[in-house]
């Protein structure tokens, strides 16, 4: 497991500047986590757009995946999580009909949280270059990501970040996702 920890500035389009710290989260944030992700859904003008993910999944993923947290004065104002190249029925690979040898190969991108207070400094898309690092060092070859049709901003992030939409179909609870997939 690495423990990556890095301060980073980052702007937004209006010139204004924050300086914010991005690390790796344990089991010991799992309570600010689900609150964030609470506050963001309740936030959320059509919650059709976010899939909540369980405590458990979440959990799982602290202690097996890469799960990083952004802090401004030492509040949690971001999350991302990225579910390893393993086999298991959480693999996106399995969306798609990936055989196991295939989804050791695959991580899947998982959430993208963002205060509503702090959007506009880019961090979506720093969190999928981040990730992508942390794969690539893992071995994986292909990245997959699921976004609702209507969230405009998260497409618009990935499809720039050089994913391409493999599929469109009816995916959590029957709500209709694009499947999107990137390699290297
Ligand atoms: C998707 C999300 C993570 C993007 O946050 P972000 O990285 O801060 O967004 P960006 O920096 O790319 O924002 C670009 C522009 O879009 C605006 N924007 C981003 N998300 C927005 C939203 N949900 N509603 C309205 N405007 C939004 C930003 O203010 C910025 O505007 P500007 O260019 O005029 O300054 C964030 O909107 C969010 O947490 N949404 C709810 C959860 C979600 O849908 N996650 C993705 C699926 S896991």
Not at 8 to 27: A, N, Y
Not at 38 to 62: F, R
Not at 97 to 125: A, H, M, N, T
Not at 151 to 166: C, P, T
Request: with cysteine.
């Amino acid at each position: 497991m690495c423990h990556f920890s890095q301060i980073v500035t980052l702007s937004r389009s209006t010139g204004q500047k924050m300086d914010f710290l991005i690390r790796r989260c344990t089991e010991a944030d799992l309570s600010d986590i689900m609150k964030l992700q609470l506050k963001v859904y309740e936030d959320m003008c059509d919650p059709g757009l976010y899939a909540l993910v369980s405590e458990e999944n979440i959990h799982e993923s602290l202690l097996e995946d890469y799960c990083f947290g952004t802090y401004h004065d030492d509040q949690l104002i971001a999350f991302t999580m990225m579910i390893a190249n393993r086999v298991s029925y959480r693999n996106y690979g399995t969306y798609v009909g990936y055989p196991e040898e295939r989804q050791k190969q695959c991580v899947s991108l998982e959430i993208s949280l963002v205060d509503s207070d702090y959007r506009g400094f880019g961090l979506q898309k720093y969190f999928v270059t981040l990730r992508e690092k942390e794969a690539k060092k893992a071995g994986a070859t292909e990245s997959l990501v699921t976004i609702a049709p209507g969230n405009k901003y998260s497409l618009n992030n990935l499809l720039d970040s050089g994913y391409e939409i493999l599929d469109t179909r009816p995916l959590y609870e029957g709500a209709v996702r694009h499947i999107l997939s990137k390699k290297w």
